[in-house]
Nanobody, 119 residues
C-alpha cells in the first residue's frame, strides 16, 4: 500500500514558477513509476509527466514539454514537478500517482493540489 500527499500548489502569475512535491509512504517507493496528472474544471484528467522506476526515464505531455521537469528522490521518497513559464491554461488540480512495475495503469493516487495561474 502506498499513500501519496501532494504539496506546493498555489496562485502564481503567468510566466512564473511553482514546484510541486509528492511525498510517498511505503517501503518500495523506488520500484514505482511515478506520474503527475491534472484536471481542469469541466475537463477530464490528463497526463502531465512520468518518471520510470527502472532507469529514471522521463515522459511529458506535449503541452508541458520544455517547461515542466519531473524528478524523484528515492531516498526521501519524494517526486517533484518543477513548473516554469506557467500559463493560465496550466490551471488545474494536480495529482500525483504511483504505478507498480507490473501494472498497466496507476495504482495509487494523491488527493491533489490546486494550481492557479493568473493572466
Amino acid at each position: 500500500q502506498v499513500q501519496l500527499v501532494e504539496s506546493g500548489g498555489g496562485l502564481v502569475q503567468a510566466g512564473g514558477s511553482l514546484r510541486l512535491s509528492c511525498a510517498a509512504s511505503g517501503r518500495t517507493f523506488s520500484r514505482y513509476t511515478m506520474g503527475w496528472f491534472r484536471q481542469a474544471p469541466g475537463k477530464e484528467r490528463e497526463f502531465v509527466a512520468a518518471i520510470s522506476w527502472s532507469d529514471g526515464s522521463t515522459y511529458y505531455a506535449d503541452s508541458v514539454k520544455g517547461r515542466f521537469t519531473i524528478s524523484r528522490d528515492n531516498a526521501k521518497k519524494v517526486v517533484y514537478l518543477q513548473m516554469d513559464s506557467l500559463k493560465p491554461e496550466d490551471t488545474a488540480v494536480y495529482y500525483c500517482a504511483a504505478r507498480n512495475s507490473w501494472s498497466a495503469g496507476y495504482d495509487y493516487w494523491g488527493q491533489g493540489t490546486q494550481v492557479t495561474v493568473s493572466s
